[in-house]
């Protein structure tokens, strides 16, 4: 009889876990709180590292040819310098990176693991594991699986009733993000920026079919708070340089996203028995290294790999932990560091910085990619 696994919460984390675990042989069964599968607004960039989970879960040719492939980017200041200009083809590196508008990304992942797999408006309320794994819904509603794969993000319910450790800890920043459709000068197809300022940057990237994705994001220690409106991102962003004013002033009022952001300390305890974490609920990082959702991707591989041969279900789920624990740790702390030097609001300390990116050939920059890339994952095969 195969295998049942359940499967909490059905955003990139989910939705790939799901894949990976139906294709080691597993039942699977999505349970997602919200009543539609809507993933509203924003982009997201997929380094080499997710572009190699993309391939080895079969989405890679739905995803690349919805997304954009970055090729091309710039640093600049606000007032329009560029720091540096950065070609991954010089360093050796081509269809490195694909930005994609969210929606797109999820609709392929739905795809390929039949929609009928997910169930929406249940939202987890609590679980039990007595051999069998039990996840409770409202109603009395309940689902039964050999494991339960807590994917259910930064608040997760999982996590909450396994670990009981408090809420995620603000990073005193919060992002506006927005997506707009058009020609912008300045951003050529391939191409994105990334513009800082003191306590403040602005990124903005093509995602495909002819959209543009844009963030800013703030330092500050109270958050966005009522701070919801495109006359709240132009007070700060409108008299950057082209094409800054044009994205915001051409995104819908109802399209601008407006959230702070959040992490956690590393945890190396992440489950037990029949019960683990993956994505934001294992490892919430704030996204200065844009790898929170990369990161959820590799868990789901490791995850379908860890169980595929593994004796009892137990032991493949501390396997799979074992794998992710130092690598997301070192992400989640590694994120911090760059939010803190990215972000700096203390101008002096901001134009060491501009001075440093100024004077960094692009190849070290790119550093980054090569070790992205080079990333070792297991098969699913
Ligand atoms: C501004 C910003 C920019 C970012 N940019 C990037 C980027 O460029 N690249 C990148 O890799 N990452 C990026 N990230 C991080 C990325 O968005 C997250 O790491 C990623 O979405 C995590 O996926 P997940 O599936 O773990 O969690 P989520 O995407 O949060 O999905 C969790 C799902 O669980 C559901 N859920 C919640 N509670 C329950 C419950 N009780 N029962 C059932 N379902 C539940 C939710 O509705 C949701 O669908 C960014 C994040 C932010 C905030």
């Known amino acids: 009889m195969a295998r049942t696994a359940i499967v909490i919460g059905a955003g990139l984390g989910g939705l790939s876990a799901a894949l990976a675990l139906q294709r080691v042989g597993f039942e699977v069964e999505v349970y997602e709180k919200s009543q539609e599968l809507k993933e509203v607004g924003a982009g997201i960039v997929l380094y080499p590292n ?61 795809n390929k693991l039949g929609a009928d797999k997910i169930h929406l408006g249940m939202p987890l309320t609590s679980f039990d594991d007595n051999g069998k794994v039990t996840a409770r819904f409202p109603g009395g509603s309940f689902a039964s699986g050999d494991l339960l794969v807590g994917a259910d993000g930064l608040h997760s319910a999982v996590r909450k009733q396994y670990l009981k450790d ?9 992002a506006w993000r927005g997506v707009v459709t ?4 300045g951003l050529p197809s391939d191409s994105g920026l ?36 495109k006359k ?23 399209a601008l996203l407006t959230h702070d ?47 595929k041969e593994a004796s009892s279900i137990p032991i493949g789920l501390r396997k799979y932990e074992n794998l992710r624990k130092a690598r997301t740790a070192n992400f989640v702390t590694q994120s911090r560091k760059a939010m803190k030097a990215s972000m700096t609001s203390n101008p002096l300390i901001a134009a060491a910085r501009d001075l440093v990116f100024s004077k960094m050939p692009p190849q070290v920059l790119m550093k980054n990619f090569h070790t992205l890339n080079s990333y070792d994952m297991p098969d699913l095969d």
Request: hydrophobic content about 45%.
């Open 50 to 110: 997710a572009i190699n989970v993309l391939r080895k879960l079969d989405v890679y040719d739905a995803v690349a040819s919805a997304g954009s492939f970055g090729r091309h980017g710039k640093y600049m200041t606000p007032n329009g310098k560029v720091l540096v200009e950065m070609d991954l083809k010089d360093v050796g590196l081509e269809k490195e990176a694909i930005a994609i508008h969210r929606a797109d990304l999820q609709h392929a992942l739905v």
């Open 166 to 174: 408090g809420d995620p800890q603000f990073a005193n920043c919060f």
């Open 182 to 185: 058009g020609e912008f000068e």
């Open 194 to 229: 990334l513009i800082l300022g003191s306590g403040l940057q602005f990124g903005a990237m093509r995602i495909g079919q002819g959209r543009v994705y844009w963030f800013g994001a703030v330092a500050d220690k109270k958050g966005a708070g009522a701070r919801t409106s």
């Open 232 to 254: 709240d991102v132009l007070e700060l962003f409108g008299n950057w340089t082209d094409p800054i004013p044009q994205l915001i002033n051409a995104t819908a009022q109802e």
């Open 261 to 307: 952001l959040y992490d956690r300390k590393p945890t190396f305890n992440w489950g037990k028995d029949g019960i683990t974490l993956l994505g934001d609920a294992a490892h919430p990082m704030v996204p200065f290294m844009g790898q929170g959702g990369c990161q959820a991707l590799e868990d789901s591989i490791a995850l379908g790999a860890s169980l």
